[in-house]
């Protein structure tokens, strides 16, 4: 089936940098990829969705210029935390859509997640 | 580590007809449970979830869930099927150790 590459599973950064975590649709091409966060205990916070060649659509009371996304291509978004703080610290994960010709419909799947963690 | 196992890639149901999606869990320590619909190029929206406290959980549009410990189950119900409720439908664990993880998804086909 369909397999989607996020990297990297965890990364620790000093607070002030900046981390780049990859969305990868290895073997089938995504025109819309979805970032969400998730924080202890609750569900999936969408937090944007990428579309290959354009801007992201950031969902509200996200900011647009401290998570930075690009979506180069039809096989890579990526989600860039731009100096980051704690309170940024979160697991964060991406979901690409591709269309199933058996079904004629899409379908969604998704990364591994990311484990931010800023000291 | 914990995992999900959604039972039926593919349901169909005839319009006012029961919805059951089946979902099972493995974990390790007491789990969160969620259920997700996905819309075609929409994100995903939270339908229910179970947390702790009682096991039979009522979601949005209708729909609602049973943890069921001893079977390790979390099924996805809707007595009567509406045509906007065909999507894409995704069970998912987690607990406040480990990060969510999510069943491979079951596509709900709603005929007339």
């Known amino acids: 089936g369909a397999v989607v590459s996020q990297h990297p599973s965890w990364v620790i950064c000093k607070s002030g940098t900046s981390v780049k975590i990859e969305c990868r649709s290895l073997?089938?091409?995504?025109?819309?990829m979805f970032w969400y966060r998730q924080f202890p205990k609750q569900s999936l916070m969408l937090m944007a969705t990428s579309n290959e060649g354009s801007k992201a659509t950031y969902e509200q009371g996200v900011e647009k210029d401290k998570f930075l996304i690009n979506h180069a291509s039809l096989t890579l978004s990526t989600l860039t935390v731009t100096s980051a703080h704690p309170e940024d610290s979160s697991f964060y994960i991406c979901s690409a859509i591709a269309f199933a010709r058996q079904v004629m419909n899409t379908e969604a799947f998704f990364g591994q997640g990311t484990r931010l963690t800023v000291v | 580590a914990q995992s999900v196992t959604q039972l039926g890639s593919h349901v169909s149901v005839s319009e006012g007809a029961l919805v059951l999606l089946r979902c099972n869990y493995s974990?390790?320590?007491?789990?969160?449970l969620f259920w997700y619909v996905q819309y075609p190029n929409q994100g995903l929206q939270l339908l229910l979830k179970?947390?702790?406290?009682?096991?039979l959980v009522k979601g949005i549009n209708g729909f609602e869930a049973e943890f069921k410990k001893s079977e390790t189950s979390f099924h996805l119900t809707k007595p009567s099927a509406h045509m906007s409720d065909a999507a894409e439908y995704f069970c998912a664990v987690s607990d406040v150790f480990d990060d969510m993880r999510f069943g491979a998804g079951t596509r709900l086909t709603v005929k007339p």
């Open positions: 974990s390790s320590v007491p789990p969160y």
């Open positions: 179970y947390t702790t406290g009682a096991t």
């Open positions: 073997d089938f091409q995504a025109t819309t």
